[in-house]
């Protein structure tokens, strides 16, 4: 099983920037795509960027495109996301989750239900 603990949350300013972190612990070598999703209150878990492991190749909605950048540092199995140009309705609980190698799943990348492993979550508020 792998455990994920996320950093970085906090408040900032509408048109701020914030970075978040999350590092993986105990079954990390297996890990073959990690994500950041976001909920507000009231609203669905939304993925806001997703990252292939071993090749880095990336996924964002287009709501955040050119804004968010999700990186991976695999030495120190930790995952980024870089978020830039914040806006209020931004305002959520941030999640990192993972999703480990060998596991099959029928979903997109994107849908919350293709990770099994999720962090505690971590409040991010964007100010007017």
């Known amino acids: 099983q792998v455990q994920l603990v996320e950093s970085g949350g906090g408040l900032v300013q509408a048109g701020g920037s914030l970075r978040l972190s999350c590092v993986a612990s105990?079954?990390?070598?297996?890990?073959?795509?990690m994500a950041w999703f976001r909920q507000a209150p009231g609203k669905e878990r939304e993925c806001v960027g997703a990252i292939n492991w071993n090749d880095g190749i990336t996924y964002y909605p287009d709501s955040v495109k050119g804004r968010f950048i999700i990186s991976r540092d695999s030495a120190e199995n930790t995952v980024y996301l870089q978020m830039t140009s914040l806006k209020p309705e931004e305002t959520a609980v941030y999640y990192c989750a993972a999703r480990q190698a060998g596991v099959t799943v029928y979903y997109a990348q994107s849908d919350p239900r293709s990770y099994r492993a999720w962090g505690q979550g971590i409040q991010v508020t964007v100010s007017s």
């Open positions: 105990g079954r990390a070598f297996s890990l073959y795509r």
